[in-house]
C-alpha cells in the first residue's frame, strides 16, 4: 500500500464541501471516496461523479442514501440485485453508492478498472489507500491496468482506458496495456450493446470538443 507523500491531494480532499457534505448527509461510519473523483483531485482538477463505497447495516445504509440523494436535489434508484446492487443519483453531482460487502477497501481498490481510479479516500479525514500505484501513474501520465482479470470481466474497461485517456491533456494509455486491450478487444461483441454505445459516444464526443 503506497503511503501518503509530500504533495498529495490530502489537503485537498480533507476540505473539499462536497465530500464534507456528503459524509454529514450519509451518516455513516465507514465510508469511502474512490474513482475518479479521487484521481480527479490528484490532478487538481474538478469532478462531478461521486463513487462512493460504504459499510453498515442495509437499512442505515439505505436512509443515508436518501439522505445524500435529498442533499443533492435528486432521487436515490437502486439499480441491479444484490450483491452488486449499486444506488445511482443523478442530481448537481452524479452519485453512486456501493455496499463493501464482504470486501476490505484495499480488496474493493483491486477489483477496478485502471490504478488511476484504484484509490480510496476514507470519509472525512482519511486515509488515502492507493495499492497499486495510482498516484505514480497520473504523475507519468499513463492509463494502466489493474489486471488482466479486471478487463476479462468487463470487457467495457477495454474502451474505457482510451477514453480516460484521450479525456486527460497528456496522458496515454501504458504499452502493456494497450497490448491487453488489442488482445481481448474480440470480447466486447458480447457486452451490452447499450453501455459500449455510451462509451463510443463519450469518446466522440472528447474529440469534437478538442480545439
Known sequence: MATVRPGDPTARLQADPQLLSAWDALGLNDA?????????????????????????????????????????????????????????????????IWPLGDLNPEADARRRDF???????????????????????????????????????????????????????GFIVEEGTLDLILDLAPTLSAAPRERVGSELLTLSLIHISEP
Do not use: Y
Not at 146 to 167: M, T, W, Y
Open 115 to 169: 490504478t488511476l481510479n484504484a484509490m480510496l479516500w476514507r470519509l472525512p479525514d482519511g486515509p488515502l489507500l492507493d495499492p497499486t500505484g495510482g498516484q505514480g501513474d497520473c504523475a507519468r501520465g499513463v492509463v494502466r491496468a489493474v489486471s488482466r482479470r479486471n478487463l476479462e470481466e468487463d470487457p467495457v474497461r477495454l474502451l474505457r482506458g482510451p477514453r480516460i485517456a484521450a479525456a486527460l491533456p
Open 32 to 96: 469511502w471516496v474512490a474513482g475518479g473523483w479521487i484521481r480527479d483531485a490528484v490532478l487538481g482538477r474538478p469532478s462531478r461523479d461521486l463513487d462512493l463505497v460504504v459499510r453498515g447495516d442495509p437499512d442505515l445504509v439505505t436512509s443515508g442514501v436518501r439522505r445524500l440523494a435529498s442533499a443533492l436535489g435528486a432521487r436515490a434508484h437502486l439499480v441491479g440485485k444484490p450483491p452488486r446492487a449499486v444506488w445511482r443519483i443523478d442530481g448537481t453531482v452524479k452519485a453512486e
